[in-house]
């Protein structure tokens, strides 16, 4: 896209102001931009698929034709759904989604602006990189990204230059232009970076799926090894002409790692790793995990699995457990895996675990359903009160007055970004009082120190109920 195309430096969208365009492709733009309320710098997405609209004196967007209305218009409200999920996505290696609105007729995505190098910047002054090295920037990456195919999603457009490191050597995994959710056997727009695309991403019936994104993953590791991008994928397609890892590779790596990088390379989709927990489990030489046995430990940043912290009260139904976290998501998010494999650490039955965590679904009826359709291991009496949240027979705004929210949300900010407002919002459903709502907010905070920071100021807030 020409800059003639995209919005100019120093245009004024709502409190964002423009100062440089990023990048773009055939569906929108990227651009650096100052939240001018916060003097924080942020990038921006802009919906702009160049042969559906033009842009307008106004800056607006407008369809080029009356047939081509009704297909930019369910384009502009997939991707504000998909803008939705993907900012419920809180990962410490993945670009964080702060907002998401419409203007100008059309979608913007705000994301936090990752101050570092793009990954092939960063390269130029640490090669060469030992195996420590590379798996330091694999493992962080398939941990967030696992937090993305939990969620029903697929990021498709992995390759270096949509990896940055951060100042601290942290990696983080950007644009989420291309993401789209995976539903059986749904057709997807073909997304292709040569070298890192695998060949079902070059037809919208290709089959794409975690094995996709896993391919491009290994592209990444195959280039930081051996200093080679991988040969395009309808050229591996019958007679292979790539050189494997393994024997690519320089001296010093171990053949767990590589034997992995290939594996996930491989041609047919069928023949790579399917999950990330399988994939991780290769790469550090241990004997692959398959994915639903993933319940029964949390992941941790590129460490050994760790074991439960108590034995299960029973068996545990892999397959049971698998439909638990797809019902609980469907109500609060991809954050529903993390809060069942905690509680499945600590040894809690499956009707325990609904039980307690139905507290998360804001509606009665589907509260109370949800209880009982996992209750399998103790049924709940008939005559068992419905559960419900603390306070929840009070209102939100008859226990805390509009100052009290906003402080929370101002605090809580400072760690988690825009996306604080809606977390709050939630919490504030159940909470009795200001301290029972920084608790339940101070969760949220993966820092344990700036988690008890975060708490001890709730518990320094003045806890009289707010009167209307």
Not at 1 to 10: D, R, Y
Not at 172 to 179: E, H, K, R, T, Y
């Amino acid at each position: 896209m020409s800059t003639e195309v995209a919005l100019p430096a120093g245009y004024l969208l709502n409190e964002y102001k423009i100062e440089a365009l990023l990048g773009a492709g055939g569906f929108g733009s990227t651009y650096l931009a100052t939240d001018t309320n916060l003097n924080l710098r942020v990038a921006i997405k802009e919906y702009l698929p160049t042969d559906w609209v033009q842009r307008g004196a106004d800056q607006s967007v407008r369809s080029k034709s009356l047939e081509l209305e009704e297909t930019f218009n369910w384009g502009r409200a997939r991707f504000l759904e998909e803008s939705r999920t993907i900012a419920s996505f809180r990962h410490p290696n993945i670009v964080r989604v702060m907002r998401f609105f419409q203007a100008n007729q059309t979608a913007y995505m705000v994301m936090e602006f990752v101050a570092g190098e793009a990954l092939p910047h960063w390269l130029k002054n640490h090669r060469p990189l030992d195996e420590r090295a590379v798996l330091g920037i694999a493992l962080p990456l398939l941990d967030g990204l696992e937090v993305v195919h939990r969620g029903g999603y697929l990021h498709r457009d992995i390759k270096p230059a949509n990896i940055f490191v951060r100042a601290d050597g942290s990696p983080v995994l950007i644009d989420f232009g291309s993401a789209r959710a995976v539903a059986g056997k749904s057709e997807l727009t073909t997304i292709v970076s040569p070298g890192f695309a695998p060949l079902e991403q070059y037809d919208s019936r290709g089959g794409q799926g975690p094995w996709s994104d896993l391919y491009a993953v290994g592209g990444v590791l195959y280039w930081l090894i051996t200093g080679q991008q991988p040969v395009e994928a309808p050229a591996r397609a019958f007679s292979d002409p790539m050189v494997p890892a393994l024997k690519a590779a320089p001296a010093g790596y171990g053949q767990a790692l590589l034997k992995a990088v290939d594996w996930a390379l491989a041609p047919s989709k069928d023949a790579r790793p399917q999950s990330v927990g399988e994939f991780r489990e290769a790469l550090q030489g241990r004997p692959a995990t398959p994915v639903s046995a993933l319940a029964t430990r949390l992941p941790g940043k590129g460490a050994a699995p760790t074991q439960p912290e108590a034995p299960a009260a029973q068996p545990v139904d892999e397959a049971a457990v698998t439909r638990l976290i797809s019902e609980l998501a469907s109500h609060i998010g991809p954050i529903a895996d993390k809060l069942v494999q905690s509680q499945l650490r600590k040894g809690a039955s499956l009707a325990q675990i609904a039980e307690k965590l139905a507290a998360e679904i804001q509606d009665v009826r589907q509260r109370a359903a949800f209880i009982q359709k996992f209750a399998t291991s103790r049924p709940l009496p008939s005559n068992r009160p419905q559960p419900s949240a603390p306070g929840s027979n009070v209102p939100a705004s008859q226990r805390f007055s509009p100052e009290q929210l906003a402080k929370a949300e101002t605090d809580l900010a400072q760690y988690l970004g825009a996306v604080a407002r809606v977390v709050v919002k939630r919490a504030a459903a159940r909470a009795a009082d200001i301290q029972e709502l920084y608790a339940l907010l101070g969760q949220e905070i993966e820092n344990a120190d700036d988690k008890r920071a975060f708490v001890r100021k709730g518990m320094s807030i003045s806890g009289r109920p707010h009167q209307s």
